[in-house]
């Protein structure tokens, strides 16, 4: 038997030795990807079958996403009937759409009946209109109606997003009563569940049990003496992001979807919670930068026109900063150094503030910053603002001192910095409450305007002090 290295228990594996550990759980190899090219190229269909036979249906979507348009109808072809119907579920969907266009109505139809109904709203949600229809009008008749009602409801709302399956009894039921049912071919259970929802004759919920608990009790109890009577309800019209935060707060795992009238319409899952936390930071790191999730799948042509907007609004506020300067440009001109050293005071501003509005972005994003305490995080920012500002100006200001040999360019720079880094934090905290109560989204645009304001303050203050100081 070959040596085996010990080590000892509950060490982690560093470096390379994660990578391989990963590798191991991780089916999408990229020996098994190298693999799926060779029978691509070669346009063999059953070794195409073969190999992606093992796979999760995430990993077959992580794969078809490397792939180019022909590369997946190749493998969309090979797998045929049995194309399992979550592959499109984990696809990201600007990749999704190509395939879905791809696909004839009847197979798509067949994959989205087979489709748990949230992730088949999703799917039925991003086609446009006419094919929407067509694809409706494929689906059985009870399958159809489901689904036109979760599309009726507004947009990233819970009704999106929630299930129609949901496991539901009365609360007279006893444990044992219940887990016979459960086990019944009429109970028709949804694929993965958390929660057992007690309802009464109205089809209210009037509880929940978990099914640990459920398990670890009696089968004579009753599910009332049990079940949690204070259920969390979710209204169907409420934003997928305070659903998040719903779960979040309350460390949720499945929570009842209602009406207005309290009855249930169906469930959310902690898995469909964590697309949503995912998506909605992915969101607005996206949005900070001026791009959109789909830039990586999409075409030259798309991409420039969807990013020109966010860099010509860009130009618009690089064009007053650059007008601001102008009206200085006599100062510049009789003392060189000067423009040397502003865009040190501009940079360092522009770069507090971005530290202050990714907090307070995400602090929104959360429920963190609200109107009761927006004065006490401004004034904090404020203050951080202002100590920085103090110790950048001494470091600079005798930096300065020493390389031009003047003390009151130093002296200039250090008050500028000062002054800067304090709008830095009040800007910073402000401009994305500001944004957030006129119903603009603070990820879009609190950054062109805080660097607009970061470098026409620094600018100003930098220069218009040198002139009245120096001149």
Known sequence: MADVEEKPVG???TGTEADDAFDDLYGLTEEVADAVDEALSANDQGRIRDLLEPLHAADIADLMERLTSGERE???DALGKEMDPEILAYMDYSVREDIVDYLDTDHLASLVTDMETDDAIDLLEDLDEADQQELLDALPADDRLI???????????????????????????????????????????????YNLIIIDPGRKPVGTLQLSKLLSTRRPVALSEI?????????????QEDVA???????LTEAPVVDESGRLLGSITIDDVVDVLDEE?????????????????????????????WLFVNLLTAILASLVISVFEATIAQIVALAVLMPIVASMGGNAGTQTLTVAVRALAVNELTPANAMRIVLKEILVGGVNGIVFALIMGGLVWFWFDDPMIGMVIAVAMVVNLLIAGFAGT????????????PAVASTVVLTTVTDVVGFFAFLGLAAMVLL
């Open 281 to 309: 930071h992915e969101d607005d790191i996206l949005k900070l930068g001026g791009v959109r999730e789909d830039d990586f799948y999409s075409d030259v042509a798309e991409t420039t026109r969807l990013r020109f907007s």
């Open 74 to 76: 190749t493998i969309v």
């Open 227 to 239: 079940m949690d009577p204070d259920p969390k309800l979710i209204p169907v019209n409420m934003d």
């Open 430 to 441: 402000m401009i994305p409450l500001a944004l957030d109560r006129l119903k603009i989204d």
């Open 11 to 13: 060490e982690k594996p």
């Open 245 to 251: 935060f719903f779960f979040r707060q309350y460390a």
């Open 147 to 193: 689904y036109e009602q979760g599309l009726s409801y507004p947009e990233d709302s819970a009704g999106r997003l929630m299930r129609h399956e949901a496991v539901t009894v009365p609360e007279f039921w006893s444990v044992g009563q219940t887990i016979d049912y459960m086990r019944s071919d009429e109970s028709e259970l949804p694929d993965d569940f």
